[in-house]
Structure formats: structure tokens, C-alpha cells
């Protein structure tokens, strides 16, 4: 499986707006899903990130509850490149972004869970800094 590869990352101020961008591949037309991670600055590299935002072979997607209304998560239609826009971004949203691709059935708000993307591949992530 080839790692994804995400950008789009940078810093902006509280407020503002950033998209990013995943180059996916292995991409099925069933069961299959492709998600966003965050993982806080503070964080060690072995914990838990938090699911921000995934969409599944259907192009149906699912969000964390803090980020309904200001990040939508699209697949374009060659199913290779997966973008997150994020609007209204807050300070305590800055961190390490990371993009995963798994395989299998699991309910839409469990496919934002880090354990279930634990046999998938990852990406190496992208920066963003959000200032106050």
C-alpha cells in the first residue's frame, strides 16, 4: 500500500482558513474509507490522534461534532486525492493533520476512531498553526 501524502499546511490566525490536500491511493469502490487525524503539539508520538473528518466509498462523509459547520471533507471524482477545508479555524486546533486509508465495515462515527485505522496507512502528516 503507498503511504499517502498530505499538504496544504501552514499558519494562519484564529479564524481563518486552510485546505488540505492528500494524495491517496488504493482507493476500492466498497469498504473503504479515508479519514483526517489530529494529533495535539503536546502529545507524544504513540498517542491517540483524534478523528477530525472521514468519507467512506459512497462519498458519504463523517465529521467530529466540533468541526460540523466549518470543515467539509471531499474525494475528488478519480478517488486520489482527498481535501479537508477548514473555515472558523480555532487555536486549539493546531497540530500535526494526518491522513489514513483502511479497509472494512464499521459504522460511520467509528470510522473516526484511531484504533480502527491501526491496520491501515498513514500518512507523515502536515503542520498547521492556528494563532490567537
Known amino acids: 500500500q503507498v503511504r499517502p501524502v498530505e499538504s496544504g499546511g501552514g499558519s494562519v490566525q484564529a479564524g481563518g482558513s486552510l485546505k488540505l490536500s492528500c494524495a491517496v491511493s488504493g482507493y476500492r469502490d466498497t469498504d473503504t474509507y479515508v479519514a483526517w487525524f489530529r494529533q495535539d503539539p503536546d502529545d507524544g508520538p504513540g498517542s491517540e490522534r483524534e478523528g477530525i473528518a472521514s468519507i467512506d466509498s459512497y462519498g458519504y462523509p463523517n465529521y467530529a461534532r466540533s468541526v460540523r459547520g466549518r470543515f467539509a471533507v471531499s474525494l475528488d471524482n478519480t478517488k486520489s486525492t482527498l481535501v479537508l477545508q477548514m473555515d472558523s479555524l480555532k487555536p486549539e486546533e493546531s497540530g500535526m493533520y494526518y491522513c489514513?486509508?483502511?479497509?472494512?465495515?464499521?459504522?460511520?462515527?467509528?470510522?473516526?476512531?484511531?484504533?480502527?485505522?491501526?491496520?491501515?496507512?498513514w500518512g507523515q502528516g502536515t503542520q498547521v498553526s492556528v494563532s490567537s
Open positions: 489514513a486509508i483502511a479497509y472494512g465495515r464499521v459504522r460511520g462515527p467509528a470510522s473516526l476512531s484511531h484504533g480502527w485505522y491501526r491496520d491501515g496507512t
